[in-house]
């Protein structure tokens, strides 16, 4: 059997992407220190395990959960070979609120990791962003660009963390010979994103089902691209099936206006919701569109989910928590 740790295993995408692996057959090992993770997003794993009578380790046990800060050493008393990093606050309100805390798991939290899986003889798999490109100069932004960052700015905390995760992965990969997979990961939504978590997709939705002016920030013509969470999750697994040791885009390449988004979320809801203009945040990118050529030449990936249908399914996860309904997990 497989055996596969994933840092940040109860957040957002590290618990879709634990949904995953355990419907291939991995063995999970989930660590994360319930910072912006929740524990609900993993409970289903933990009470199949405990039914089982594996509420604590054994040998073949199907899932593992670990409250872990993984800025800080970790152990793992078991064979492992995979990796997956995916621990950091991901959000801007979450990095703005957790600069430092974001600046270690970037760092110390990445070299924790790679040093797990160097000692375990693991592949390893980070979760870097789109954020590394800054506000591009390029457009679309294709892996070979280097990006436009401000490192003293407030949002330098998360982007230079996921810059120098990067650096200190391709280190590892030439110096150690470690396997290592990059995936630069694009605007992604979806259930189990936390309802003020300060990204554009659970507060305009949450705006609409209230009816409620939705915030935009900038006159709007600022873009981004929306890549629904399953579709996502599917590039990540063939990523690191595959042989590519450089990064790769994952992301919808479908680019639209913060403006067109807003009235699209507006039309899904059923919502009388107006517009509400804002002051543009520093360093806020205008452009946002992922070149995935690399993706469908070397993973055979694109997405597949269409934004209204995506949509749909969000809508009605933040509808259930909106009404005090307890929500059944949502997988990939």
């Known amino acids: ?30 660590v994360d220190n319930l910072v912006t993770g929740k524990r609900p997003n993993i409970a289903h794993h933990i009470e199949r395990a405990e039914s089982a009578g594996q509420g604590r380790r054994q040998e073949g046990a199907g899932f593992r959960f670990i409250e872990h800060d993984i800025s800080t050493p970790l152990w793992i008393d078991e064979p492992v070979d995979n990796v997956l990093h995916f621990a950091s606050p991901a959000s801007p309100i979450d990095y703005l609120e957790l600069p430092i805390q974001t600046l270690k798991v970037g760092s110390l939290g990445t070299h924790n990791s790679l040093g797990l899986a160097k000692e375990k003889g693991a592949r390893f798999l980070l979760a870097s962003t789109s954020e590394v490109y800054g506000d591009p100069l390029v457009h679309p932004q294709s892996e070979e660009y280097w990006g436009n960052v401000n490192p003293v700015g407030p949002r330098g905390v998360y982007d230079e963390a ?8 391709m280190a590892y990969h030439r110096v150690h010979a470690l396997e290592v997979r990059i995936v630069r990961i694009f605007n992604t ?8 978590d300060g990204r554009v997709v659970p507060a305009f939705v949450q705006q609409a089902l209230q009816d409620e002016p939705l915030t935009i920030f900038g006159d709007g013509t ?6 629904y969470v399953s579709d996502l999750i599917d590039g990540i697994v063939r990523l690191l099936a595959s042989d590519v040791d450089q990064p790769v885009n994952i992301g919808n390449p479908t680019e639209m206006t913060i403006r067109e988004f807003a009235e699209t979320v507006i039309r899904v809801t059923g919502s ?3 517009l509400s203009f804002h002051p543009l945040p520093v360093d806020d990118p205008k452009v946002r569109q992922p070149d995935i050529t690399r993706a469908r030449e070397r993973l055979g990936w694109e997405p597949d989910v269409s934004l209204e249908e995506g949509l749909e399914s969000t809508v009605a996860y933040f509808r259930s928590l909106l009404s005090g309904e307890t929500s059944k997990p949502t997988g990939c």
Request: charged share 20%; aromatic share 8%.
């Open 1 to 30: 059997m497989t055996t596969s740790l994933v840092t940040g295993g109860a957040g957002f995408l590290g618990s879709h992407l634990c949904d995953r692996l355990a419907r291939e057959g991995h063995r999970l090992i989930c």
């Open 162 to 169: 996921k810059r120098f995760a990067e650096a200190m992965a």
């Open 189 to 196: 939504y979806g259930p189990r994103m936390r309802p003020r």
């Open 222 to 227: 600022q873009t981004r691209s929306f890549c």
């Open 272 to 274: 009388s919701s107006t």
